[in-house]
C-alpha cells in the first residue's frame, strides 16, 4: 500500500478506488481502518484475506445518520436515544441488518454495526466514498491496530490500495460498542464513551442497559 497526504483530491482518488472495488486505509476518529464498499463481496473478501480472518462482522462508517438505513432496519428506539445523543462520535450501534447487507458484512449474526464518525475530514471521505464505508480495523489478526500511515504500510506492505495519511490515531481508546438490536441493548466493549454514561443516557429515556 502506498502513503497519500489527506487532502480532498487523495479522497477523491480513494473514492474511484473504492467505487471500482479497490482497497483504502485512512485514519477513523480511532485508529486506523480499511475500507471497502461494504455491498461488494469480493473487496469484503480481500479484507479477510488481508487481516487473516474469517468469521468476525465487519464495521460500517456512515456518511449521515440516514444512511445507516441502507444497511439496518428497523432501527430501534434505543439505537434513536444513543445516535442523538453521541453522534457523530466514537459509538458503534450494532443493529439488525437489512437481507440485502452481505452475509461477510455480518458473519452470520443477522447484526451489522454502524458508526458516524465524529471526525470532519473522515466523513468527507465516507460521504465521497457513497456514504458507507467499511472501517474494520488496519491491522492483520492478532496485532495491535494501526496508530499510524506508516504502520498500516508496514502491515500490509504487498497489499493493492492506497493508505490515506490523516495523521496519528487521536486517542487511546476504541469506540464503545453496544448492541441495541433486541429488546434490551447490551453492551459489548466499553470505550471512549463509559458504561456509567450510557446508563444515565438510556435510564432518561427509560431504557435499562
Do not use: H
Amino acid at each position: 500500500m502506498l502513503i497519500y497526504p489527506d487532502n480532498p483530491a487523495v479522497r477523491e482518488r480513494a473514492a474511484r478506488a473504492v467505487a471500482a472495488g479497490g482497497l483504502v486505509a485512512f485514519r477513523t476518529d480511532t485508529f486506523y481502518g480499511l475500507g471497502a464498499d461494504p455491498f461488494n463481496t469480493e473487496a469484503l473478501e480481500r479484507i479477510n484475506a488481508l487481516k487473516g480472518r474469517d468469521g468476525k462482522p465487519i464495521l460500517v462508517l456512515v456518511g449521515t445518520v440516514g444512511s445507516a438505513l441502507r444497511l439496518i432496519f428497523p432501527m430501534s428506539r434505543a439505537f434513536q436515544v444513543l445516535a442523538a445523543r453521541y453522534w457523530p462520535g466514537p459509538l458503534t450501534l450494532v443493529a439488525a441488518a437489512r437481507k440485502e447487507a452481505p452475509e461477510l458484512l455480518t458473519a452470520g449474526t443477522g447484526t451489522v454495526g454502524v458508526r458516524f464518525p465524529g471526525d470532519a475530514d473522515v466523513r468527507s471521505l465516507v460521504r465521497a466514498c457513497g456514504r458507507l464505508l467499511t472501517a474494520t480495523s488496519a491491522n492483520p489478526a492478532g496485532e495491535p491496530p494501526a496508530r499510524t500511515a506508516a504502520e498500516v504500510a508496514r502491515y500490509f506492505e504487498d497489499a493493492p490500495g492506497l493508505v490515506i495519511d490523516g495523521g496519528d490515531a487521536r486517542t487511546e481508546q476504541p469506540s464503545t460498542v453496544i448492541d441495541v438490536s433486541g429488546a434490551r441493548p447490551r453492551l459489548i466493549r466499553e470505550g471512549v464513551i463509559p458504561r456509567a454514561e450510557l446508563e444515565a443516557t438510556l435510564r432518561a429515556e427509560g431504557i435499562e442497559l
